[in-house]
Structure formats: structure tokens, C-alpha cells
């Protein structure tokens, strides 16, 4: 499937789902995924912590290495919580700067002992990585999270993955002109 120039930033809260969908968006298009997660744990390694915004950092990285993906005519895969609306519309920002559109896939996850279940079964974190995110995490994030309301899809993981990479690709397909 090759479709024309697009940003696609994923949001939910973690164990919804969204480095999944991700990658099989970034397979499909073909396009690279930027994973806020694995730039943080990289800049753990390096000694950055959270003491030093290293979160803030990653998403920053995210966001350089999308720009220059968009700025070399390709379409980029950014996974991240993006929990904020503000960070939701950075990423809009990015894409119209561009002249790409910007595909907005929400991940949830709407049976609460499934994706306790999903969080504690996950796999070790990333080496470097230095906060493993437990359902208590989840929980206290919630009050934080600012849901997307206008996200092109929403996708549950309640679904089989399949069915959710499905619906993506047709949507994907659909902006084709």
C-alpha cells in the first residue's frame, strides 16, 4: 500500500494499543515510526532523566525526525501518549507546515480488567528505560488525560488487532485522492 504524504500521530493512555497499531500503519505506508518511548529510553542511557525533562526531550526528538521525514516528501508515524490536546494540535501544526494531512488515531481500551490485564502482561520495558508504567500509573494519569475528541478513528482494544489495523488501512485508503 503505498498512499500519498501523511502524519500519523497516535494518543491513548499506555497498554491501549498504540505502538501495534503503529507499526502496522508504518509497514503499510511505508513509512517510519517515531516512538516517544524509545527516544526517551536513549536519552536515559545517556544520563537524561525526568529530572531533566527527558520526556519533553523525546517528544521534541519525535517531532524533529517527523519534520524532516515530512521535509523529504515521506509520510512519518509518530506513537506517543500525546495525552494533551496541545501536543495533538503540535502535531497538526507540523503536518500543515508541511502541507500534509494529519490522521489522528485514538487508542482506548474499554474493558478496565483487560487492559489492567494487558499492562501487567507487558514485556520487560526498554533497556535505559527507567519508568515501567503500572495500572496505578494508568489510573493517576487519567485525571491528566485529555481524550481526543476530534481523532479521525478511535480505535478499542477490546477489538482483535486485526480488525483495528484493518479499519486504519481503509481510512488511510480513503484519503487517497
Not at 27 to 44: C, G, M, Q, Y
Not at 75 to 99: C, E, F, K, P, Q
Request: glycine share 6%.
Amino acid at each position: 500500500m503505498t498512499l500519498a504524504q501523511v502524519l500519523v500521530a497516535m494518543t491513548g493512555l499506555p497498554g491501549t494499543g498504540k505502538s501495534a497499531l503503529a507499526d502496522a500503519v508504518g509497514r503499510a505506508l511505508p513509512a517510519p515510526v517515531f516512538s516517544v518511548d524509545p527516544l526517551e529510553a536513549t536519552l536515559n542511557r545517556a544520563g537524561i532523566t525526568r529530572e531533566h525533562r527527558s520526556g519533553h526531550a523525546a517528544y521534541d526528538l519525535a517531532a524533529t525526525l517527523a519534520r524532516a521525514q515530512l521535509g523529504a516528501d515521506q509520510s512519518a508515524v509518530v506513537d506517543a501518549v500525546n495525552a494533551h490536546g496541545s501536543l495533538r494540535t503540535w502535531w497538526m501544526d507540523i503536518a500543515r507546515s508541511h502541507g500534509v494531512p494529519m490522521v489522528t488515531l485514538a487508542t482506548i481500551c474499554s474493558d478496565s480488567a483487560l487492559h489492567r490485564q494487558r499492562l501487567e502482561q507487558r514485556a520487560p520495558t526498554l533497556e535505559g528505560f527507567l519508568y515501567d508504567v503500572s495500572w496505578d500509573d494508568v489510573q493517576a494519569g487519567m485525571g491528566d488525560y485529555e481524550p481526543a475528541t476530534d481523532a479521525d478513528l478511535v480505535l478499542d482494544a477490546v477489538d482483535p488487532l486485526e480488525d483495528n489495523i484493518a479499519r486504519v488501512l481503509r481510512h488511510l485508503a480513503s484519503l487517497d485522492p
